[in-house]
């Protein structure tokens, strides 16, 4: 039996998208920036010519499956001019934050090294919480943004955090 051209073509789909989800190590910059993710993290878009380059990750929440909310986490950069103009890229991105709906920001943080905070999106509050730091003349920014619903187990939440933490901490390398 000989393959037909639909059978080759969702093949060829059904591998790019395992391929797609099992994808740990990113790059952008040229090579200039790397950093790991969770296996189980989906990429939804992805950016890597121009200033500034990103990729977005979905991340899997299962209290959050059939509603228009998501778990994501994106990592962004700005290749700036000279290292000098890091802390004028970081207090924008902190002014474009307090723009958005329902911003407050988090009093229980105790990270001095992020900025948390609350947002509404659509009906939902979300946490917020945005790293950044200096690779060369790149500025680095990886914000994870979760929904909090009331269905969410505390276990869940304590997961994504600490993956977050995790692909922050995986850009020192």
């Avoid at 093949?11 to 952008?28: E, F, M, R, V």
């Avoid at 200033?51 to 899997?60: D, E, G, H, R, Y």
Wanted: proline share 5%; charged share 20%; glycine share 4%.
């Amino acid at each position: 039996m000989k393959p037909t051209p639909l059978f080759i073509l969702l093949a060829s789909l059904t591998a790019s998208a395992a391929l797609a989800q099992g994808k740990t190590d990113y790059s952008l910059n040229g090579d200039q920036v790397r950093f790991h993710v969770p296996a189980s993290w989906t990429a939804i878009m992805e950016k890597a010519e121009g200033n500034p380059q990103a990729v977005a990750f979905q991340v899997p929440d299962p209290s959050a499956q059939g509603s228009e909310d998501s778990a994501n986490v994106t990592v962004k950069t700005r290749q700036l001019k000279d290292p000098s103009e890091f802390a004028a890229t970081v207090q924008d991105e902190f002014e474009r934050s307090k723009a958005q709906g329902g911003y407050e920001t988090d009093s229980s943080n105790k990270d001095s090294s992020a900025h948390q905070y609350f947002v509404v999106r659509g009906k939902t509050r979300y946490l917020v919480r945005d790293s950044f730091q200096l690779t060369g003349t790149i500025a680095v920014e990886v914000r994870c943004q979760r929904p909090l619903l009331a269905t969410t187990p505390a276990t869940w939440n304590s997961e994504f955090d600490a993956a977050c933490a995790s692909v922050v901490a995986s850009l020192k390398h």
